[in-house]
């Protein structure tokens, strides 16, 4: 998506529905390292879980896409689009994925939408979703034909400023906007925390045979996350793992390493507000506590309960923060609070591009206002 310096996805897509808990994980990485594998999708077997509950990645084209063929077979035959219905019609499928067949009824209970990516449907759909990303700098492949007077196109991008190319022609284009970031219309956050349900699993915390963790597969000194981990690791000990430290770690052994970790160092790639990915969600929804670098303490406080993870800003120094660790690893009377949260809260991942396609869908659905996005680029890039 860079034209400098391209990114390759990084995104856990976990979700929960029909008594199951699913998991996946899409990795976004640069192109200096190889983005070759994607983390594993970790599924949480519920007892009524049926075998056909989504348990795969792919990769395509560099993206670790959900491998949705499993997801069909439990799928129920999509209805037959309605009247009333809301029609979203995706551009282009983020990545290059086709989940057309994808209900937003049984993913996320939405109802009244339907997804399509038949081109054909552009004078009837009410919204058109573009993902960023895949947006030529040209406008080259954007719709050509004039726009219906109640169509609301939507600009989709998970990836921070810092990770993304401003791209000038956008400007004036959209009516709405689905991102990470609160002030988005369409809010989607990487992952989420919510109300546990009876059917959740007691949570249980995993066997830990290791201390501190931290998967790598970029590294850029310059990175805020680099020299803070420079320093950590004069006072305590970190297994670093990843492409960075040449120790692979592949989709199959990802959720079983992460989960033996005691402590996961959480460090995002770029400091936004809001941008908070799948290195929080996936450690959180593995047991193991999150060191998050990233935005302030009360941003993350936004989304996730506080007792949840360790911020590097609650220590002076990355000593202090290491002493502090050192105790908790030493009393797990200390540790275990750091888990308190579970009994209230179950977590869960998005599904990428699905999710913001139903959500869009619903949206445009219950609001019929007139709607522009004049400056999205000072908006989203300042
Ligand atoms: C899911 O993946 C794991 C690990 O790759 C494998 O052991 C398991 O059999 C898979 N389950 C299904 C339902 O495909
Ligand atoms: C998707 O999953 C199914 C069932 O596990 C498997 O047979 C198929 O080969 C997978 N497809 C890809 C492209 O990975
Ligand atoms: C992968 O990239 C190639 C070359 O750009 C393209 O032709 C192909 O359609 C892409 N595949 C998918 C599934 O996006
Ligand atoms: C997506 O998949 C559906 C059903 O599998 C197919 O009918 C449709 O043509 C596909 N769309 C694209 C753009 O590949
Ligand atoms: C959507 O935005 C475009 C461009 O600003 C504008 O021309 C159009 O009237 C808007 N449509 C709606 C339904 O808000």
């Given at each position: 998506m860079m034209e400098t310096r391209r990114s390759c996805p990084h995104i856990l897509i976990a979700a929960m529905f029909l008594s199951c808990v699913f998991a996946i994980f899409y990795v976004y990485h640069s192109p200096t390292m190889n983005c070759l594998h994607c983390p594993a999708v970790q599924v949480s077997k519920h007892k009524d879980c049926p075998d056909a509950c989504i348990n795969h990645t792919q990769l395509i084209n560099d993206t670790c896409a959900v491998?949705?063929?499993?997801?069909?077979?439990?799928?129920?035959?999509?209805s037959s689009p309605s009247q009333t219905d809301t029609l979203l019609l995706i551009w282009i499928w983020p990545f290059g994925r086709n989940v057309t067949s994808q209900s937003c009824s049984w993913l996320f209970q939405i109802e009244g939408c339907q997804l399509t990516d038949d081109r054909n449907l552009f004078n009837t759909a009410h919204g058109i979703l573009f993902h960023?990303?895949?947006?030529?700098?040209?406008?080259?492949?954007?719709p050509t034909l004039p726009r219906p007077y109640f169509q609301k196109w939507v600009w989709m991008n998970m990836e921070s400023p810092s990770n993304s190319a401003l791209k000038p022609r956008l400007n004036d284009l959209f009516n709405l906007t689905t991102s990470y970031r609160r002030d988005s219309d369409i809010t989607v956050p990487y992952g989420q925390t919510s109300e546990r349900s009876a059917d959740d699993r007691t949570f249980e915390i995993p066997k830990k045979e290791k201390f501190i963790c931290w998967i790598v597969t970029n590294w850029n000194p310059?990175?805020?996350?680099?020299?803070?981990?420079?320093?950590?690791?004069?006072?305590?000990?970190?297994?670093?793992f990843g492409d960075s430290f040449d120790r692979h770690v592949s989709d199959g052994d990802y959720p079983k390493?992460?989960?033996?970790?005691?402590?996961?160092?959480?460090f995002e790639n770029s400091i936004h507000e809001d941008y908070i990915t799948e290195k929080l969600y996936n450690p959180m929804k593995l047991g193991t506590v999150p060191v998050v670098l990233g935005p302030p303490r009360k941003n993350y406080?936004?989304?996730?309960?506080?007792?949840?993870?360790i911020h590097v800003d609650d220590f002076k120094t990355a000593e202090e923060l290491a002493a502090h660790l050192k105790v908790l690893h030493e009393n797990p009377d200390m540790y275990v609070k750091y888990f308190g949260w579970r009994e209230r809260y179950a977590v869960r991942g998005t599904w990428f591009g699905l999710e913001h396609a139903c959500r869009s869908c619903d949206h445009i659905r219950r609001n019929r206002n007139y709607r522009t996005v004049n400056d999205l680029?000072?908006?989203?890039?300042?």
């Amino acid at each position: 998506m860079m034209e400098t310096r391209r990114s390759c996805p990084h995104i856990l897509i976990a979700a929960m529905f029909l008594s199951c808990v699913f998991a996946i994980f899409y990795v976004y990485h640069s192109p200096t390292m190889n983005c070759l594998h994607c983390p594993a999708v970790q599924v949480s077997k519920h007892k009524d879980c049926p075998d056909a509950c989504i348990n795969h990645t792919q990769l395509i084209n560099d993206t670790c896409a959900v491998n949705v063929t499993v997801v069909k077979e439990t799928e129920p035959k999509p209805s037959s689009p309605s009247q009333t219905d809301t029609l979203l019609l995706i551009w282009i499928w983020p990545f290059g994925r086709n989940v057309t067949s994808q209900s937003c009824s049984w993913l996320f209970q939405i109802e009244g939408c339907q997804l399509t990516d038949d081109r054909n449907l552009f004078n009837t759909a009410h919204g058109i979703l573009f993902h960023h990303r895949d947006i030529h700098e040209d406008l080259s492949n954007m719709p050509t034909l004039p726009r219906p007077y109640f169509q609301k196109w939507v600009w989709m991008n998970m990836e921070s400023p810092s990770n993304s190319a401003l791209k000038p022609r956008l400007n004036d284009l959209f009516n709405l906007t689905t991102s990470y970031r609160r002030d988005s219309d369409i809010t989607v956050p990487y992952g989420q925390t919510s109300e546990r349900s009876a059917d959740d699993r007691t949570f249980e915390i995993p066997k830990k045979e290791k201390f501190i963790c931290w998967i790598v597969t970029n590294w850029n000194p310059d990175y805020e996350r680099s020299k803070y981990y420079e320093k950590l690791k004069e006072h305590v000990s970190v297994e670093t793992f990843g492409d960075s430290f040449d120790r692979h770690v592949s989709d199959g052994d990802y959720p079983k390493l992460v989960s033996s970790c005691k402590f996961y160092l959480s460090f995002e790639n770029s400091i936004h507000e809001d941008y908070i990915t799948e290195k929080l969600y996936n450690p959180m929804k593995l047991g193991t506590v999150p060191v998050v670098l990233g935005p302030p303490r009360k941003n993350y406080e936004k989304f996730i309960p506080a007792e949840a993870f360790i911020h590097v800003d609650d220590f002076k120094t990355a000593e202090e923060l290491a002493a502090h660790l050192k105790v908790l690893h030493e009393n797990p009377d200390m540790y275990v609070k750091y888990f308190g949260w579970r009994e209230r809260y179950a977590v869960r991942g998005t599904w990428f591009g699905l999710e913001h396609a139903c959500r869009s869908c619903d949206h445009i659905r219950r609001n019929r206002n007139y709607r522009t996005v004049n400056d999205l680029n000072t908006w989203y890039w300042g």
